[in-house]
T-cell receptor, first 114, second 111 residues
Framework: DAGVIQSPRHEVTEMGQEVTLRCKPISGHDYLFWYRQTMMRGLELLIYFNNNVPIDDSGMPEDRFSAKMPNASFSTLKIQPSEPRDSAVYFCASSPGTGGSPLHFGNGTRLTVT | RKEVEQDPGPFNVPEGATVAFNCTYS??????FFWYRQDCRKEPKLLMSVYSSGNEDGRFTAQLNRASQYISLLIRDSKLSDSATYLCVVDMKTSYDKVIFGPGTSLSVIP
């Protein structure tokens, strides 16, 4: 199994531009999580899906952030317009979700907004 | 109050030392508990699950106290390769899994 695949690995963009982060979960995993990690705030849960349906998006910082999961093998996290304070590492993780199953993380996308 | 809290450290210990990390969680309905390890600029990886009866994996021992909403990780005979950030993780499962990470505790093992 290739594991959770995220792209791009690095993204540098200018303030105001749209940014799209992509994630392919492990096949057969019912849960997909998006996290953001910064030195100040640690790993924050942004949103998670179960069977492609968003369950809890209370961690999404503001309306500039949106996430979709059109099918079981693909999810996107979009920031429009981006701001310098969005600079962080964004991780996608998936889980089979059966009673205490651990999360499997992708390598993350390091986003820098200038 | 944060949902999962940890002492951020850093913990600087000599090789061979025993070190313990503590973690508290706020939601008494939480179901599953884990310790993850994160190396610098890498993704978090599962270290071990934490069971009610306590569990051990080599030099690592995890304990859970549901009454006090407290989790611990003990590392014996520390190695240089144990240097990392250790993340306490709680699955606040209600109808769905909601997995929350603590802020992490930084460990440096010194020669």
């Amino acid at each position: 199994d290739a594991g959770v695949i995220q792209s791009p690995r690095h993204e540098v963009t200018e303030m105001g531009q749209e940014v799209t982060l992509r994630c392919k979960p492990i096949s057969g995993h019912d849960y997909l999580f998006w996290y953001r990690q910064t030195m100040m705030r640690g790993l924050e849960l942004l949103i998670y899906f179960n069977n492609n349906v968003p369950i809890d998006d209370s961690g999404m910082p503001e309306d500039r952030f949106s996430a979709k999961m059109p099918n079981a093998s693909f999810s996107t996290l979009k920031i429009q317009p981006s701001e310098p304070r969005d600079s962080a590492v964004y991780f996608c993780a998936s889980s089979p979700g059966t009673g205490g199953s651990p999360l499997h993380f992708g390598n993350g996308t390091r986003l820098t907004v200038t | 109050r944060k949902e999962v809290e940890q002492d951020p450290g850093p913990f600087n210990v000599p090789e061979g030392a025993t070190v313990a990390f503590n973690c508290t969680y706020s939601n008494s309905a939480s179901q599953s508990f884990f310790w993850y390890r994160q190396d610098c600029r890498k993704e978090p990886k599962l270290l071990m699950s934490v069971y009610s009866s306590g569990n051990e994996d080599g030099r690592f021992t995890a304990q859970l106290n549901r009454a006090s909403q407290y989790i611990s990780l003990l590392i014996r005979d520390s190695k240089l390769s144990d240097s990392a950030t250790y993340l306490c993780v709680v699955d606040m499962k209600t109808s769905y899994d909601k997995v929350i990470f603590g802020p992490g505790t930084s460990l440096s093992v010194i020669p």
